[in-house]
């Protein structure tokens, strides 16, 4: 499907429909939706109602007893989870997030607000689970559960990225992503998935990563990004992987093998890595940090999250330290204490270069990469030459997750300013806590539904473009893959000329390792500044 032009795109239909959301039907509209999952990517995990089915079908071959089955998953996790009741509970209807979701700021539609999108389950609920409920029906804001309803349900849990924007607003702290995390699970017990989730998930479980890349094919990856960084440095790293008693073990998104502006960031961790002399191993087992399984079951997500401490217990590291992911951290920081409590077999985390002790890792064991450079940066434990960054005039996206869900504000800001001569932020109300989603985040990151992610991204866009034409932004940095993956197309789109680079792709050109030779080129090949006549 042709996508309109920016200037068409952006004139935004907020009117209201006539009827009472209740009774408006909702159109299930190409290009704001995934494709519905295969049949074999549910058959490699056991995920229940394996069968071939498509969206635009009619019939989406549910289960004789689907609506049983459905009811009964809601009662069980309203009594699993006193916090899924609470949100169905006590939500007020006062408004106050219903314009804080960029799917509704750039699309206009009202089931995209986060209160409306809450309800679409809520009604649900109330009918079958509350006594007002059952006796009031309508006039207790409940409904019946029929196809029509399952579908609509199924089409906006598949709109919400789970950012948790909206549950900054809330004066009740409802948080509406955990809304839609339960109703995505209670669809999955239908076998209503979407393929760019469950194929991920199949894969993971697998081979130990989203992208299904097996041993060997890591190995031939790795070799690449070694020689692109002999020709760039003239120096020879060697990152060891499925080593035995190293003393940390590195963990990072797989899309960093796979995706070009990923493919850069990772060689700026190898290059750090070699420069700093670190006893530290990857693995081709454990070769994902990032857990789809979180945007399918609470169970899907501890189970492929375990195999990164099984592989740390089977190498016998000492503690763990993570790449620029953005659901990792949020899976790692608000639900493993939860499902492994804290970890007994590692020690707690202390970087060998400045005998920092992370604290704050002292039940998960994990340190998120940026901080430990930013600690070697406050030591003055890295030789840096910030010029060589000065082609890019960056500013820094704040990725939903480690903003939001683990308060990782001040460390990407700190190494830019130390690796960069020009940064600046985006307008306050956009950035921090506050900070926008990219539009493609918890597995809505297909090309199927361009139209819903090019509208979700505009917030984020409009801030961005505000700075691009004030003081001439051309880089977007952040710290997750999935951003690093997206927002090249969606930024492409409403503001021509930006890129968006990992932190410590710049990290890596910015680093003074000892022995390289007359760099003339950053990591992208690119002429540094000052060297553009060869
Ligand atoms: S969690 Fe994010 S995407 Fe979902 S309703 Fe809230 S603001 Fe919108
Ligand atoms: S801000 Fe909270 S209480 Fe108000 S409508 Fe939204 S979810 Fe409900």
């Given at each position: 499907m042709a996508i309109q032009k920016p200037e068409e795109l952006s004139k935004i239909n907020y009117k209201p429909p006539k009827t009472a959301w209740f009774d408006t039907p909702t159109e299930i509209k190409k290009g704001f939706f995934c494709w519905g999952n295969k049949e074999k990517s549910l058959k490699a995990v056991g995920f229940p109602n394996i069968r071939q089915w498509s969206v635009a079908d009619e019939d989406w071959k549910l289960p004789e007893n689907w609506k049983e089955i459905f009811i009964e998953g809601l009662r069980e996790r309203v009594n699993k989870y006193r916090s899924f009741r609470l949100f169905l509970d006590?939500?007020?209807?006062?408004?106050?997030?219903?314009?804080?979701?960029?799917?509704?700021?750039?699309?206009?539609?009202p089931k995209n607000m986060p209160v409306l999108r809450a309800e679409l389950l809520r009604s649900i609920y109330r009918k079958y689970c509350t006594t007002s409920g059952k006796i009031m029906g309508k006039i207790a804001g409940a409904r019946d559960l029929n196809v029509n309803v399952l579908?609509?349900?199924?089409?906006?849990?598949?709109?919400?990225?789970?950012?948790?924007?909206?549950?900054?607003?809330?004066?009740?702290?409802?948080?509406?992503?955990?809304?839609t995390i339960l109703a995505r699970e209670l669809l999955n017990l239908l076998g209503l998935n979407i393929e760019w989730i469950a194929g991920p998930v199949a894969n993971c479980y697998m081979t130990g990563n989203h992208m299904g890349l097996l041993p060997h094919t890591i190995m031939d990856i790795v070799n690449e990004f070694k020689e692109s960084i002999y020709q760039v440095t003239g120096i020879n790293v060697d990152p060891s992987y499925n080593r035995k008693g190293a003393e940390i073990l590195f963990v990072h998104p797989s899309g960093e093998y796979f995706d070009p502006n990923g493919n850069i960031?990772?060689?700026?961790?190898?290059?750090?890595?070699?420069?700093?002399?670190?006893?530290?191993?990857?693995?081709?087992?454990?070769?994902?940090?990032?857990?789809?399984?979180?945007?399918?079951?609470?169970?899907?997500?501890?189970?492929?999250?375990?195999?990164?401490?099984?592989?740390a217990k089977r190498l016998k590291v000492k503690w763990i330290l993570g790449g620029e992911c953005g659901h990792m951290w949020r899976v790692w920081h608000q639900y493993h204490n939860t499902w492994f409590g804290p970890i007994d077999f590692l020690e707690e985390p202390v970087s060998p270069i400045?005998?920092?002790?992370?604290?704050?890792?002292?039940?998960?064991?994990?340190?998120?990469?940026t901080e430990f450079t930013a600690d070697l940066i406050k030591h003055g434990k890295l030789n840096l030459d910030p010029s060589r960054n000065d082609n890019y005039i960056v500013t820094f996206h704040d990725s939903c997750n480690p903003a939001r869900a683990m308060g990782l504000l001040e460390e990407p800001r700190y190494i830019i300013k130390n690796i960069?001569?020009?940064?600046?932020?985006?307008?306050?109300?956009?950035i921090r806590e506050n900070t926008f989603c990219c539009g493609s985040g918890s597995g809505l990151n297909a090309s199927e539904n361009m139209e819903l992610r090019l509208r979700g991204a505009l917030p984020r866009a409009n801030a961005l473009k505000h700075v691009n034409e004030k003081f001439g932004v051309n880089t977007l940095a952040n710290i997750c893959q999935i951003d690093r993956a997206t927002l090249q197309t969606l930024v492409d789109y409403w503001v021509p000329g930006?890129?968006?680079?990992?932190?410590?792709?710049?990290?890596?050109?910015?680093?003074?390792?000892?022995?390289?030779?007359?760099?003339?080129?950053?990591?992208?090949?690119?002429?540094?500044?000052?060297?553009?006549?060869?």
């Open positions: 006590i939500c007020v209807r006062c408004g106050a997030c219903a314009d804080k979701c960029h799917f509704f700021i750039g699309g206009g539609d579908k609509e349900l199924w089409y906006y849990a598949y709109q919400c990225t789970e950012c948790r924007r909206c549950s900054l607003f809330c004066p009740y702290g409802i948080d509406t992503a955990e809304i960031t990772f060689l700026g961790y190898l290059m750090l890595f070699h420069e700093l002399g670190l006893d530290i191993t990857l693995s081709t087992y454990c070769s994902e940090g990032g857990n789809f399984g979180f945007f399918t079951s609470n169970e899907m997500a501890k189970r492929l999250h375990s195999k990164i401490y099984a592989e400045t005998g920092t002790k992370f604290e704050n890792a002292k039940s998960n064991k994990i340190v998120h990469i960069c001569n020009h940064f600046y932020e985006m307008p306050p109300q956009t930006v890129a968006v680079r990992g932190v410590h792709e710049m990290v890596g050109n910015a680093l003074v390792m000892k022995g390289e030779k007359e760099r003339t080129t950053d990591l992208r090949g690119d002429p540094l500044p000052g060297k553009e006549g060869g």
